[in-house]
C-alpha cells in the first residue's frame, strides 16, 4: 500500500510557525472514520463495545473523540485509571488488565465500579484483600500456553508470555469466584501482537468461545462478555496489506454462531482492546533536518530522537518516512536518519532510500499514533515534544504542550537549587 502523509508541507509550515517541532500531529478525520468502521464490523453482536487501551496514547482529547462512539477505557495503571475518571469513563466503561498489580490499584478501580480484569489465581486472593470482597463481575486473563498458529505460520508464543493463567488455573479461578458469590465473567486473552492479517481474530475467538462453552457445561457459570483483547494490527511498511475489519468482524461473528449460538449462549458480548489499530495510523511524529554528516555513512540529524519515538530504537521497528514537499521525488539517496541522543540506536531510518534531503526539510514519519508519545522518556535530559490535533477544517488545536526544563527539574523541588534551575 502507498504511505501518503494526511498533511501537506504548506500546513506543517503554518503549525510550525506555532509550536516548534518536533510535534506529535494527530488526524481527527481519520480516526473517526476508523472508529465508526470498528463499530459497523461488529454491529451484528448486541453488547460490543470497545475498550481503547489507554498505554497507546493516553491524551483526553483523542480518546473523547472514542468517548463519542461509545469506546470504554483499557487501563493497566493507577494514573491511567486516574484519567479515565477525569475523563467521565467509570464503571463498566473501565476495563482494568494489569499484572504484578500493587493492593492500591485494585482498590480504586473497584471504588470506580471498574471491571478488574485477573492475570493470575492468585489475584483473587489479593482483591478481596484490597476491596473487602469481590465485585459482582469479574473477568480472568487466559493463555493457553504453547505456540499460536495461523496456517503453518507461528504468531507468537503465548508459553513465554507472563500474561495470564493456564487452561487448569482458568477453570480454578471460576470455580473460586463463583463459590464466592461473583454473578457475571468475562474471559479475556491476548496471543499475539501487531498481527497484520484477518485470520487473527477468528481464530482467538474461536478458541475463546470454546472456552467459554466449557466452563458453561463443567461449571455453571454465566460467562456474559468475551474480550479479544488487542493484537490487530497496522501495515507499517508500505508493502504490507492493511487488515480488512469488516473480513475480521464477519470471522468473528461466524465462529460466534457456530460455537456459542449453538450453545444457546447467543446473548455473550464481545469487546475488544484495540490501541494500535485506533490510532497508529492517524498521528505522525513532525521534524525538521538540522544537521547533515558526511563520514562513512551519510547522516541527516533531525531535531527529534528516540525520546519522542523509541520503537526504532529499542524494536528496530520500522516507520516509514515522507519528505515533505518532495513526495514526487525520487528515492535516489541513502540515508541514516538520527537524532541527537548520546547512543547509537538512536536512529529513525537506517540506509533509507529518500530524496535528496535538505536543511530545513520537514520528515513526516508515519504510524506514530500508538506507542509513540507514550514511550518517551527524558534520557540525556530530553524534553518530551508537544501533541496537536488536526482538526477535519484543517484548523488545528494543541492538545499537550511540549515540556519545558521547569517540568524536567520539578522533582528537585526538595532541593536548595531548584529555584535556580527553573529559572535559569
Known sequence: MEKTPFVTKEKVEEIASVYPTPFHLYDEKGIRKNVENLKKAFSWNKGYKEYFAVKATPNPFLINILREYGCGCDCSSKTELMLSKAI???????????????????????????????????????????????????????????????????????????????????????????DKGVEEFGIHSFLCSNTVTNEYYPMLAKLLFEVAVELKEKLGVHITFINLSGGIGIPYRPDQEENDIFVIGEGVRKAYEETLVKAGMDDVAIYTELGRYMMGPYGGLVTKAINEKHTHKEYIGVDACAVNLMRPAIYGAYHHITVLGKENQPCDCKYDVTGSLCENCDKFAIDRMLPKIEMGDYLFIHDAGAHGFSMGYNYNGKLKSSEILLKPDGSFKLIRRAETPKDYFATFDCFDFYNDLINE
Open 88 to 178: 467521565g469513563a467509570v464503571g463498566d466503561d473501565i476495563m482494568f488488565s494489569s499484572n504484578d498489580t500493587p493492593l492500591d490499584e485494585f482498590k480504586y478501580c473497584n471504588d470506580l465500579n471498574g471491571i478488574i480484569n485477573l492475570d493470575d489465581i492468585t489475584h483473587i486472593e489479593a482483591v478481596e484483600k484490597a476491596c473487602g470482597k469481590l465485585p459482582k463481575k469479574m473477568s480472568c486473563r487466559y493463555n493457553p500456553g504453547g505456540v499460536f498458529k495461523i496456517s503453518n505460520d507461528i504468531m507468537d508464543n503465548p508459553g513465554d508470555a507472563k500474561y495470564g493463567m493456564t487452561t487448569q488455573q482458568l477453570f480454578d479461578a471460576f470455580s473460586i469466584l463463583k
